[in-house]
């Protein structure tokens, strides 16, 4: 059965940081794609980034490239979505994916 549990959300002021993590279990992480997406209020679910097993085809949404980095650890079966510069759009929840199940998600506050 797989299970991802997001952990690392948080408030922060515009400018900060945060690392999400999501915690793999019950199938083959090093050999199955990651994705982080989120929802802000009243919008619909995107596509935040996507990584391959290995690591070698990342995938970013336009607004997030140069402030955000996907990364993975097959041998601790994580993911992990570094957010640097944070801006108030980025407020959403955000929820780690593979293949068809998702996490619970965790929530990201960007506001002064």
């Known amino acids: 059965q797989v299970q991802l549990v997001e952990s690392g959300g948080g408030s922060v002021q515009p400018g900060g940081s945060l690392r999400l993590s999501c915690a793999a279990s019950?199938?083959?992480?090093?050999?199955?794609?990651m994705m982080w997406y989120r929802q802000a209020p009243g919008k619909e679910r995107e596509l935040v980034a996507s990584i391959t097993p290995g690591g070698s085809e990342i995938i970013y949404l336009d607004s997030v490239k140069g402030r955000f980095t996907i990364s993975r650890d097959n041998d601790k079966n994580t993911l992990y979505l570094q957010m640097n510069s944070l801006v108030p759009e980025d407020t959403a929840v955000y929820y780690c994916k593979t293949a068809s199940s998702w996490g619970q998600g965790t929530q990201v506050t960007v506001s002064s």
């Open positions: 019950g199938f083959p992480f090093s050999r199955w794609t």
